[in-house]
């Protein structure tokens, strides 16, 4: 069935960095986008961007522009989110999620989640 | 950015009965809009999309309406399994964003 592993929690100091992984099965890797989703507590779900695993194009929100980097490596069938500068606010639930080309088309909603990785940002 | 705009916060159902779940946008989505059930401590998981297509595998129960900004989730008798919060999200423009949640309790 298809499946998106993500990476274990991770705890983080202010201004540095985490890298996240997502590992995909039962489905070609290569076909569909991968998008990025965090949910702090209490807060809304909040999408940070998207990459196609098969070109490596991405597109990033404009709130995250300047400090995620989301990239691919399509041997592993893996995507990865990786967030700098991280601030007690970047605390949250990170998702990855597919988008699933329909007939030769993305449509930007998400028919399968993994499970989530908890990023803690804290002194 | 489109706002999405969800009521009631909270929503208290007895098993058995409909449940009505609103979703708002600031500007016209069209019928890109999708919804998502969310349990404690899990992922989301695709209910509705194109307002009102169910996902695959996704109870007839719950059925999706709406165009435009006004947009509606009906899961017509709650079973204990429903008891969750509901997510909507627009996928018409840029950034995608999502409406702030119903928790669905039971009464």
């Known amino acids: 069935q298809v499946q998106l592993v993500q990476s274990g929690a991770e705890v983080k100091k202010p201004g540095a960095s985490v890298k996240i992984s997502c590992k995909a099965s039962g489905y070609t890797f290569t076909s569909d986008l991968i998008h990025w989703v965090r949910q702090a507590p209490g807060q809304r779900l909040e999408w940070m961007g998207w990459?196609?695993?098969?070109?490596?194009?991405?597109k990033y929100s404009q709130k995250f522009q300047d400090r995620v980097t989301i990239t691919r490596d399509t041997s592993a069938s893996s995507a990865y989110m990786e967030l700098s500068g991280l601030r007690s606010e970047d605390t949250a639930v990170y998702y990855c999620?597919?988008?699933?080309?329909?007939?030769?088309?993305?449509?930007?909603?998400?028919?399968?989640w993994g499970k989530g990785t908890t990023v803690t940002v804290s002194s | 950015e489109r706002v999405m705009t969800q009521s009631p916060a909270t929503l208290s159902v007895s098993p058995g009965e409909r449940a009505t779940l609103s979703c708002r946008a600031s500007q016209s989505v069209s019928t890109n809009l999708a919804w998502y059930q969310q349990k404690p401590g899990q992922a989301p998981r695709l209910l509705i999309y194109?307002?009102?297509t169910r996902a695959t595998g996704i109870p007839a129960r719950f059925s999706g309406s709406g165009s435009g900004t006004e947009f509606t989730l009906t899961i017509s008798s709650l079973q204990s399994e429903d008891f969750a919060v509901y997510h909507c999200q627009q996928y018409n423009n840029w950034p995608l964003t999502f409406g702030g949640g119903t928790k669905v309790e039971i009464k």
């Open positions: 194109g307002a009102s």
């Open positions: 990459i196609n695993a098969g070109n490596g194009n991405t």
């Open positions: 999620a597919r988008d699933k080309k329909v007939e030769g088309y993305y449509y930007y909603y998400m028919d399968v």
